[in-house]
């Protein structure tokens, strides 16, 4: 077993420069405080979390969820319509299905049906809005799930095989090696005072370890000893000394001590500490800089802001080098809080995030009853919602109800600790709920500890940088891109661009492209696939522009080995394997199709395409003496094809109109209004025509009766809204019931759209059958006016 180690701070000292600052000559609270206010009320971040019927499927069944969209801020439902995008990605990275949902009031539902064929293994499903893509990914929501297919063995490809067993030797490798971190309190390990060190051992997917340690100075004194508690964390604290030098000792699951250099002692710095007691936040900062120090300050300022929003802000004078204060809890939102000390010319030197509780989350009060009715047994639940305050709650709620056995490797989320803490982490947090526990021995404050990392970087937000915008707010679909002069690439402004929605549905809809020629469809409404057209008019030169269109990439995704990861089960074929063509592969590739008018003979020399808006010709000679290339040569009323001649000796051309042969005369005298396009055909492009196309071929096609100048098309399918499927009761089979227990989760119940109304009360009835013995129950959701909530309990049904 090989242990490395990294030592990590949550705040790093590079920032020792002056950070570029947009001053408004305000006091420096205000200063920070507005240049926040500003960068967060610009971003108006997003957050979506999915409740999801249970935690484990298989091939063949469907997940049911429910989508709640939330401003970023203050935990409210959105209250637009926008859209959410719900996407199953396997561990390859490849995008199994997807679907577009209009979240209303900042609710949606849905459903993905898992083919009968899909692969065993490793799956995660996210979820996004449109404008969440203007930012980091790593605040889509995430779900890592494990889809088990039994029969998979029995159709796997063959190159799947060899991927799976080199999967699993990947897995096995990250399992078998360490990493050992540790975290000074705001950041630096200060001389001279006590000091409060995180640590944290996990395997290289994040999973915690067991590990036991000694911290020793010198000399080899041990001044500090400690142990990991839950998911691989503890807390200790020491007191270094100046001058001293000190190193870990530290044993992981059991094995041989092994000796790690501990982070470097600061004689002089600053430390921020911060407890937490009876409804109050006691902050201790220490300042031992000298005067001559680079980062030396007069006034400190202290800021703490929850989720972007500045709740608190002070400035201290440096008379002495000990600053204690102590501020009301109260002022802050539940959830995670960032403190930041700033030195006067708005320099960050030491941070913390702790974790508030104001107790203020939804309680619910369920009252359980067993009924008959016309010989069928049902569960009811009369709910009685309230907020902290006991006041009864309006709002929008989800609920399941499940049978059979949990897998414990499945990852489970909730809407209460996902909001308030995973949500405003990058780092994956295993069982995020374990942390909220009034009796957790390691809380969610211990756990922020190891966390460092936040939604902005100081520097652009003092400097008045905001986010680059790319993806804009907009309800409905859209198709949108630029219309390009296929010649040089240049775009086409005031060209008109003509789209037609079929599958059905026969709509058309035209604009004209504007600067720099962008042009764009928005707010349309469809469900479903759905297959599109776009065409526009050729240019003067007769030859059609090019759609260059805004297609979301189609890169892959990059599926990161975690901590809910598990070795693929199917490694070999089985003994009834057959092939199935296709059985890995991503329904979602590009369907961009360009249709020209067709072509019946192959390429020509050249297309002479008529523009019949600017149409000066009389007859198809003036088209070819004023357009033909150099491979003909027009000489009085001859045209002859340049340096080709038949066995006659002649180069005249034959010609034809729309596939049959004509006479001279009869072609060159053709009105040009009645044609759509001219090819010509010399050399070896004449050869399809035989010994009759010795001196080449001038072909013509009529311009059909209903030819509108759109005669060149972009087909497309695109995705348009998810259509939601209704849950259905019926009786489980008497196979699923006596294997449950084998199943990781069977879905009895599942309610995704539950109001409650203005009295706080929500009832839900469902039936139960013979065989069933436990339930697992949640119901999750928020208050429309605020306040979320969560509750999970087992139900023994037969007692």
Aim: charged share 25%.
């Amino acid at each position: 077993m090989k242990t490395t180690i990294r030592i990590i701070f949550t705040f790093l000292l590079g920032l020792i420069m002056q950070p570029a600052f947009a001053s408004g000559g305000g006091s420096p609270v205000n200063e920070i405080t507005e240049h926040l206010k500003s960068f967060t009320s610009f971003s108006q971040p997003h957050k979506v979390y999915l409740h999801l019927d249970k935690s484990g499927y298989q091939a063949g069944e469907t997940i049911w969820f429910k989508v709640y969209l939330f401003d970023g801020v203050s935990h409210m439902p959105d209250n637009d319509t926008t859209n959410v995008f719900v996407e199953l990605i396997n561990s390859d990275g490849k995008a199994m299905d997807m679907k577009i949902l209009l979240a209303d009031d900042g609710f949606a539902k849905g459903e993905i049906e898992l083919s009968s064929e899909l692969p065993d293994g490793n799956y995660v499903l996210r979820a996004y809005t449109g404008w969440m893509r203007n930012f980091s990914e790593d605040y889509f929501f995430t779900q890592y799930l494990y889809i088990e297919n039994k029969d998979y063995e029995n159709m796997i490809p063959r190159i799947d095989v060899l991927k799976n067993r080199v999967f699993n030797w990947r897995l096995n490798r990250r399992t078998n090696n360490h990493e050992v971190a540790f975290f000074p309190e705001g950041g630096d390990l200060l001389a001279g005072t006590n000091n409060r060190v995180a640590f944290k051992v996990v395997d290289m997917l994040g999973r915690g370890q067991d590990a036991k340690g000694e911290i020793t100075d010198g000399s080899g004194t041990v001044v500090a000893s400690f142990r990991t508690g839950f998911s691989g964390i503890g807390v200790f604290e020491i007191k270094p000394e100046p001058g001293q030098s000190y190193s870990a000792s530290v044993s992981v699951d059991g094995g041989r001590h092994s000796t790690y250099d501990f982070p470097d002692v600061l004689y002089e710095g600053y430390s921020l500490r911060i407890d937490q007691n009876d409804g109050k936040i006691d902050v201790r900062i220490m300042s031992t800089l000298k005067q001559d120090d680079p980062l030396y300050s007069k006034q400190l300022i202290l800021i703490a802001n929850s989720r972007g929003m500045p709740q608190f802000g002070n400035s201290f004078s440096v008379s002495d080098s000990k600053i204690e204060t102590s501020i009301d809890k109260s002022l802050f939102s539940s959830g995670i809080v960032q403190f930041t000390l700033f030195t006067e010319n708005y320099i960050p030197v030491a941070e913390r995030l702790i974790f508030v509780d104001n107790d203020d989350q939804l309680t619910f009060s369920p009252q359980i009853n067993a009924l008959n009715l016309d010989g069928q047994d049902y569960i009811d639940l009369q709910i009685t919602i309230s907020d902290h305050r006991g006041n009864p709650v309006a709002g929008n709620f989800s609920f399941s109800a499940v049978t059979g056995q949990e897998n414990p490797d499945f990852q489970n989320k909730d809407i209460l600790s996902y909001l308030l803490l995973s949500s405003d982490l990058k780092e994956m947090i295993i069982d995020p709920y374990v942390y909220l526990q009034e009796d957790a021995d390691i809380t969610a404050d211990h756990l922020l500890l190891t966390y460092g990392w936040r939604r902005f970087e100081w520097d652009k937000v003092l400097a008045g940088e905001l986010p680059d915008i790319s993806v804009p707010p907009l309800t409905g679909l859209a198709i949108a891109g630029r219309l390009l002069d296929p010649a040089n690439n240049e775009p086409l402004n005031n060209h008109p661009v003509k789209l037609i929605v079929r599958s059905g549905h026969d709509d058309v809809y035209e604009t004209q492209t504007g600067r720099r020629g962008f042009f764009a469809f928005p707010g349309l409404f469809y469900e479903g696939v759905v297959e599109v057209e776009l065409s526009s008019s050729r240019l003067p030169r007769g030859y059609p522009p090019e759609f260059d269109l805004n297609i979301k990439s189609g890169k892959d995704y990059d599926y990161d080995l975690n901590a809910y990861t598990q070795k693929r089960r199917v490694t070999s074929r089985g003994d009834d394997w057959e092939r199935v063509r296709g059985i890995s592969s991503t329904p979602y590739r590009s369907s961009l199709e360009r249709r020209r008018a067709p072509q019946m003979y192959g390429n020509p020399t050249q297309t002479i395409y008529i523009d019949h808006d600017r149409l000066t010709e009389t007859n198809l000679f003036e088209v070819l003496r004023n357009n033909a290339s150099s491979s003909l040569m027009i000489q009085g009323e001859q045209i002859l094809i340049r340096g080709q001649s038949s066995l006659t000796q002649r180069n005249e051309p034959r010609y034809m109109l729309d596939g049959t042969f004509v006479d001279r005369s009869h072609f060159l005298r053709l009105n040009p209004t009645n044609i759509e396009r001219i090819e010509i055909f010399t050399g070896p492009s004449a050869a399809i025509f035989g010994s009759r196309g010795g001196t080449g071929v001038i072909l013509a096609y009529s311009r059909r009766a209903d030819h509108r100048g759109f005669e060149d098309v972009t087909r497309l399918a695109i995705m348009g809204y998810h259509s939601p499927g209704e849950f259905y009761h019926d009786r489980l089979p008497d196979s699923v019931i006596e294997s449950r227990k084998e199943l990781p989760e069977t879905t009895v119940h599942w309610e995704p759209e539950l109001i409650s109304a203005q009295n706080g009360r929500l009832n839900i009835r469902f039936p139960v059958y013979e065989g069933l013995d436990n339930l697992k129950l949640t119901l999750e959701g928020t208050g429309l006016e605020g306040g979320i909530g969560f509750m999970g309990f087992i139900l023994d049904i037969n007692e």
